[in-house]
């Protein structure tokens, strides 16, 4: 590397320390301050923190991109548009007007406090930053040539370090630095990338077939998974803090509609510089495309700036979803079963446990799009209906019992269901684990409000 873009990038980190840790002048006075801002989230600041975090898994972006095409944009993009139009206009409204603190919350209320404590403990997985960790130990270690093992301690450590101190508000300032250099520095690669390819359209001239079909190559059964899976924006933590910070209701949903006009931006960027990828570099792993793609094509200081990028788009992930699931680690779980916990110190030591469960999983399952797709088909079908019902009928409650099963027992059948899939290496049945779960879910809802509904008759 050039000694600029070393230079860009040590500055880089030195910004990101600045704002986020030593900006964090004055200690939040109380838990609402330290978790949601004190719920005074502005539109731009709500708009550029969704952004940025909700758009993490870059490196995973490149990998399937150089696999399969324009089948990225179909999975990765369109179904998240479609659910988060839902979510602007019906649900992040209702979660400001709640006042609760986060999702476990209305398990809480309707279902009680163990079934607030289990969804607390699936919200714990399915947040966990490990897939953006791995990107970014990824990186450094392509970047740095260290260690594996070493770079995924970087990762975790440098991107989590600041939010002990000044929590949700170091949280919102890094990410308005973040969104700005995360944009700027793809619009240079795709601005070197056409300069030295060609146009767009004769790039998808000279693409294989393979590359410009929605499916990639794959069944049409398996872009619906991934359809479904992004459904996890319902019961996504992210989305629901910063809709719970927002100043009004009318930010919560005016900032989700301005971020999916920002994500159709940045989703043109990288699947274009995604695209030329596969045209002028040769990785031997895929998820180097991006990274190597700047380092064949970019001047010092784009270079630099590139990669600056990339670091903000992985950081401000690892940042949201570790304080989320310090959050969830230290208030909603550890806070329920002791209820005189110091809930920010509570949250404080979740910090350390949510890195050290990350770590093991990026080792586990190291591959960003198998991390998402396996979380996503086994946890969501014992969250997202439960959960909808909390906003559809907010004064609905059911027997414990009842709803523990609700919530653990879909999720018992796609584990099962996807552990004789892996063991016999296809889907079992030709059925992805997700849709038994699913169905199970639905199944048992209609059983619990049909047992509700008879017994108040």
Known sequence: ???????????????????????????????????????????????????????????????????YGVQTWFIFALPYYVFALIYAFWIAPKIRNSNHFSIPDHFRKSYGKEASILSAIYIFILSSPAPYILSMGILIQFIFNIPFGVALVL????????????????????????FV????????????????????????????????????????????????????????????????AAKTPDVAKKG?????????IFDGLTLLTGLYAV???????????FPLLGKTILPPFAYGLFLAGIFSTLMSTIDSLGFINSITFGRDMVGQIKKDANTIQSIKTGLIITSVFALGLAYILPSVVKLFFTLGSVIIPGLILPFVLTLWKPEFTIQNIQANLWILFPVLVSLIWMGISLKQGSPFLSIEAFYPGMLTSLGMGIIVIKLKNGIQS
Not at 256 to 264: A, P, R
């Open 1 to 67: 590397m050039h000694w600029i873009d070393i230079l860009i990038l040590f500055l880089y980190f030195g910004m990101i320390l600045a704002l986020g840790f030593f900006r964090s002048t004055q200690k939040p006075s109380n838990a609402e301050d330290y978790i949601l801002a004190g719920r005074k989230l502005s539109l731009p600041a709500f708009t550029a923190t969704l952004v940025t975090t909700w758009y993490g898994g870059i490196l995973g972006i490149g990998e399937n991109t150089y696999l």
């Open 155 to 178: 990762a975790s450590g440098f991107s989590l370090i600041y939010v002990w101190k000044g929590g949700f508000k170091s949280v919102i300032r890094t990410d308005i630095l973040q």
């Open 181 to 244: 250099l995360m944009f700027l520095g793809f619009s240079l690669l795709l601005f070197f990338a056409w300069k030295t390819e060609g146009s767009p359209i004769h790039l998808f001239n000279t693409l294989p077939k393979s590359h410009t079909s929605p499916l990639g190559g794959n069944s049409i059964q398996y872009l619906l998974v991934w359809f479904f899976i992004a459904s996890w924006t319902f019961i996504d933590p992210g989305f629901y803090q910063r809709s719970a």
């Open 256 to 264: 989700i509609l301005m971020s999916i006009l920002f994500w159709g």
């Open 279 to 289: 045209q002028l570099v040769s990785p031997e792993n895929p998820l180097f495309s």
